[in-house]
Antibody, heavy 118, light 107 residues
């Protein structure tokens, strides 16, 4: 059964870069039927799409975050990653990775909390 | 950007009752709409896609309807395990998407 697991620092200082990795197990990141994505949820707020990527390396970013985000993947490790630079307190959130199908986001990681604070 | 709104913010329902949740898009998303359930401390779970198709393993008491800009999620007979926040998501500009702010269902 496909599983996703986020990993990375839980605390990041303002103006620095947030880096997270999502490890895919029980399946391959090179499956051509799916995209892979990052979603975040600030405390007490709704879900926000950060961006998505395809096994070929194609990336799609939320316009509101595009200038600060880079998504990448490592097919040899079945992992994909998020880098968000110049973070502020507004970037404090639970960050989820998920599999994106034509019919929605059907498999999610458990989420990881990232706090931006000095 | 397509903006999603949901109503009500909170819905208090007794077990066995019917719950009706609404979602509206700022412009037409055709039937490219999904519903998710999220419980505290958990990731969202896909309930409905293509506006009205239940995802794998989702009980028949969950149903979705609508197209264009107006959508509804109905829980026909609420069970105690159905508490949580329900969010709609449009994927008309797939693979990017936007979510609504959520409706909290209190049992």
């Amino acid at each position: 059964q496909l599983q996703l697991q986020e990993s990375g620092p839980g605390l990041v200082k303002p103006s620095e870069t947030l880096s997270l990795t999502c490890t895919v197990s029980g399946g391959s990141i090179t499956n051509s039927d799916h995209f892979w994505g990052w979603i975040r949820q600030p405390p007490g707020k709704g879900l926000e799409c950060i961006g998505s990527l395809y096994y070929s390396g194609s990336t799609y970013y939320n316009p509101s975050l595009k200038s600060r985000v880079v998504l990448s993947l490592d097919t040899s490790q079945d992992q994909f990653s998020l880098k968000l630079n110049s973070v502020t307190a507004a970037d404090t959130a639970v960050y989820f990775c998920a599999r994106i199908t034509w019919n929605g986001l059907d498999v999610w990681g458990q989420g990881t909390t990232v706090t931006v604070s000095s | 950007e397509i903006v999603m709104t949901q109503s009500p913010d909170t819905l208090s329902v007794s077990p066995g009752e019917r719950a009706t949740l609404s979602c509206r898009a700022s412009q037409s998303v055709s039937s490219n709409l999904a519903w998710y359930q999220q419980k505290p401390g958990q990731a969202p779970r896909l309930l409905i896609y293509d506006a009205s198709t239940r995802a794998t393993g989702i009980p028949a008491r969950f149903s979705g309807s609508g197209s264009g800009t107006e959508f509804t999620l109905t829980i026909s007979s609420l069970q105690s395990e159905d508490f949580g926040v329900y969010s709609c998501q449009q994927y008309n500009n797939w693979p990017l998407f936007t979510f609504g702010p959520g409706t909290k269902v209190d049992i």
